[in-house]
């Protein structure tokens, strides 16, 4: 399989993480986002809808869309589930994972933070934007945990992990204050100390640029 992926996309973040945390062998194709490669007719072939990431599978079929993906990985490869089997319980984490995919990720991805400054909106305003969105949406995730468990939902992490973590590593980037959710914070260190997290990491990736 090959993910065409951005180092710093959120999205693509999300489905790097499943990959690992199944163990699946994949090859890693760069697009990158700030160069417009995302544009390019080659990879709108691929993707019509011009973003990352895009899944091809060994057959040539393409996939696109993360949570699609997603949902077709944990289909596919079930093991380990990134869903409780339990229908009201799946439906829980999944109510959690797509506050940050639906909720927050939509109004905070570079298209949309581009278009506000080609509207017109300086750097900060559309930074202010950034963090209003983030916190609400951060908010809501906390809010939807059950107390106890050593993840968001379980013992070990799934999808509604695999969000989180994507989004805080946005949120951390553009100084976002996790003060007043340290139960978000928690679950994302102990995230980042399984392998499949550290390797599935934007600073692992081979288009990543450190410094920039």
């Known amino acids: 399989m090959t993910l065409y992926s951005y180092w710093r996309s959120t999205t693509s973040y999300r489905v790097r993480i499943a990959m690992h945390l199944k163990g699946l062998a994949f090859d890693i194709h760069p697009v990158d986002l700030l160069k417009d490669a995302q544009r390019d007719p080659s990879y709108t072939a691929l993707n019509p809808g011009a973003g990352v990431p895009a899944l091809a599978l060994e057959d040539g079929t393409v ?15 079930p093991t380990p589930p990134l869903l409780p089997p339990n229908p009201v319980a799946a439906a829980q984490v999944r109510a959690a994972a797509l506050t940050m995919a639906c909720d927050v990720h939509p109004v905070n991805n570079l298209r949309v933070t581009q278009r506000l400054q080609a509207m017109g909106h300086d750097k900060d305003t559309v930074l202010n934007w950034m963090h209003h969105w983030m916190i609400q949406g951060l908010a809501a995730f906390d809010a939807l945990l059950p107390d106890g468990p050593v993840f968001a939902f379980g013992d070990t992490p799934g999808l509604a992990d695999i969000c989180l973590v994507a989004q805080l590593y946005n949120a951390h980037r553009w100084g976002v204050d996790m003060t007043a959710l340290p139960r978000l914070t928690e679950i994302e260190t102990r995230c980042a100390a399984l392998p499949a997290f550290v390797a ?7 288009d990543a640029e450190i410094t920039s």
């Open 63 to 77: 996939l696109t869309q993360s949570m699609a993906i997603l949902d077709y990985l944990d289909t596919a490869h």
């Open 200 to 206: 599935a990491h934007p600073n692992a990736q081979p």
